[in-house]
């Protein structure tokens, strides 16, 4: 996540646009980073504000896998004719009651359970009769024309035995999640247009009292129909709490510490999916799960009020009356107060003029796509977000299958995030971007194919290696988050990261409903949600690597890496590519631009540019 920490704050450090010349600063001259370390850099307001936004992560993570246990599958078989009861006859006739179902049910294919969606015609006694080997495979059956019996020792109540989501209607209870993330999806879009037009705090503040009405409001829900449309309109305020709360978080905290508190602030997700699994295991009511995970967005919309609109926003929207306000506020709350008399709306202007000039940069998505490098950068971490989103909730939407406590499966799920988030960084720090995506993606194919061949009664093994592809679909989460950050110049960085991420969220779309395939065949989800890793792993192999490499800042930085084939800056006597590094012939002008005997850096691209006409 701290790579969109790092895309959010960029659109507003940089002046950068298409053939702008990078001038060293002017002195003095102070970006908004600067100046939050003038009110107090992390101080007691950052350290209320993060902790404030980032409880409702605990939230979030309940919100995406609720499905798994408001619309878990109880064990069921067709009621029994309505003439008779199971309980009165077995008490009749001396027999186990579900021994007597057996006159009542066919076994399943596996001949190992009974039939979840058939029953006989008419009664079959002689089958009770001890060491009865009779063929059933003749008899007649019919459909469970008088609805299911479910057990409730896993769950007491469902929208699945509600509502009767098995056999014919089983697609629908994947169909309740695929909504659920097209309204995420359709969030994004509306939630961050209106977040740029009317500000974080407004959309964040709306979107708490959104979802606490109307995730109490499903608890009310008389039909599926009704259901899917409260939860899709859930998913759209979803996205606006996890937008708008992720910029105003980070938009109040300084450059030096965001990497550190982004990646903090990410385990409230990673833990709020076994505050899920507690909370389900506690109450085994779906109605009363969807209160639980619902009624704290109230407390969370009490409390918001609080919060300071982002002082970059205002300014940027002509507001800077506002924005120095809040500059104050934070600077009392920072116990900064010498600050307040000093800092001025002229000061302020000056401070944020650069950021002032990015954000009216013209660009679009389509200039993602329009020259060769941006495209190639483009299709490739469009292949790896969209994969790594759909192989991870094909995962973690479907703990039934493994045949254990769904309820430790949750856990389990969300403690393996632990060690696959460190794992990651490290892998990161050591290995490169490049290497550790396309590790991560393909291992994870390889753990998914490998558990199609492991027999169903080996579920040690089947619930180790799912957890350990769960595990590598969460480090590939955390690569593809920092490695798009720093594959995108700064002046398309925040669109850049709008782009693929919406790709992520089509995968999470399209997860659940591929494992309706199980119908056809068992196996073949497994098949697509592996193959789709393995091709990605390929697309992230033509990606550059950008360990060490300086961040790109314009369209042209980024073509003129890519021209000879490499992303790498083409050195030219002497010009090193390290940042903050030189030659011994090398000047450093003030503002930090390395130059050649006196040669702007600038001046000295120009003479290059024969390899970006060559595209």
């Not at 102070?30 to 409702?56: C, K, N």
């Not at 759909?390 to 493994?402: E, N, P, V």
């Not at 001046?603 to 970006?612: S, Y």
Request: proline residues 4%.
């Amino acid at each position: 996540m701290d790579s969109l920490v790092e895309a959010s704050a960029d659109c507003r450090r940089s002046s950068s646009g298409p053939g702008t010349s990078h001038a060293p600063a002017v002195v003095g001259e102070m970006a908004f980073s600067d100046l939050l370390e003038e009110v107090g850099g992390f101080g007691r307001y950052q350290w209320i504000h993060v902790t404030l936004i980032s409880l409702p992560g605990l939230m979030m993570a309940s919100q995406n896998l609720l499905n798994n246990f408001v619309s878990g599958i109880p064990a069921h078989h067709c009621s029994l004719p309505a003439n008779h009861s199971s309980h009165n006859l077995s008490l009749y006739n001396q027999i186990d009651e579900k021994q007597l179902l057996r006159a009542f049910i066919p076994p399943d294919p596996s001949g190992n359970r009974l039939d979840r969606c058939m029953r006989y015609v008419q009664p079959q006694w002689h089958l009770l009769t001890t060491n009865s080997s009779a063929n059933v495979s003749g008899l007649q059956t019919e459909g469970c024309v008088d609805g299911w019996t479910f057990d409730q020792s896993e769950f007491i109540s469902t929208t699945v035995s509600e509502w009767g989501l098995v056999c014919s209607l089983r697609p629908l209870k994947q169909m309740i999640q695929s909504i659920y993330m097209g309204g995420v999806l359709t969030g994004a879009i509306i939630y961050g247009g209106l977040s740029d037009r009317f500000g974080r705090r407004s959309v964040l503040i709306w979107s708490y009292l959104q979802i606490g009405v109307l995730g109490c409001g499903s608890v009310l829900s008389s039909s599926f129909s009704v259901y899917c449309v409260l939860r899709f309109l859930n998913g759209m305020a979803v996205s606006g709490v996890i937008l708008n709360g992720f910029s105003l978080k980070v938009e109040w905290i300084p450059t030096k510490t965001r990497t550190v508190v982004g990646t903090l602030t990410s385990f409230f997700f990673t833990f709020g999916q076994m505050v899920l699994a507690g909370l389900a295991y506690w109450l085994k009511d779906w109605r009363k799960l969807q209160l639980a995970v619902s009624a704290p967005h109230f407390l969370f919309f009490a409390y918001s009020w609080w919060f300071s609109e982002s002082a970059r926003w205002l300014v940027v929207n002509r507001r800077s009356e506002e924005a120095l306000k809040s500059l104050h506020r934070v600077a009392r709350i920072n116990g900064r107060p010498e600050v307040i008399n000093k800092l001025t709306v002229e000061d302020l202007h000056s401070h944020m003029r650069k950021e002032i000039e990015s954000c009216r940069s013209s660009f679009t998505a389509l200039d993602l796509l329009r020259t060769r490098g941006m495209r190639r950068i483009s299709i490739c971490l469009v292949a790896a977000w969209f994969s790594t989103s759909f192989a991870y909730y094909g995962l973690a939407m479907d703990l039934q299958k493994f045949g254990v406590s769904i309820y430790l499966m949750q856990v389990i799920f969300g403690a393996v995030d632990i060690p696959a988030k460190l794992f990651a960084l490290g892998m990161l720090s050591y290995l490169g971007r490049r290497v550790s995506q396309v590790s991560c993606l393909f291992l994870s194919a390889v753990i998914i194919f490998a558990n199609i061949f492991v027999p169903t009664d080996m579920q040690t093994l089947r619930t180790s290696l799912a957890c350990l592809g769960k595990a590598l679909t969460s480090a590939s989460f955390t690569t593809v988050y920092l490695y798009t950050g720093e594959l995108y110049p700064t002046v398309i960085r925040q669109t850049g990261m709008g782009f693929v991420s919406t790709m992520a969220r089509v995968g999470s779309m399209a997860a659940p409903a591929v494992l309706i395939l199980d119908e056809v065949w068992p196996a073949l989800p497994s098949i697509v949600y592996g193959g789709a890793a393995v091709l990605a792993s390929g697309f992230a192999c033509f990606l550059p690597e950008t360990l060490n490499v300086p961040l790109p800042d314009t369209v042209e930085d980024v073509e003129e890496k890519w021209s000879k084939g490499g992303f790498k800056f083409r050195l030219k006597e002497g010009v090193t590519t390290k940042e903050g590094g030189a030659s011994l012939s090398d000047t450093r002008q003030p503002g930090g631009v390395v130059t050649k005997e006196g040669l702007p850096l600038k001046e000295m691209k120009d003479t290059e540019e024969i390899g970006l006409n060559a595209l």
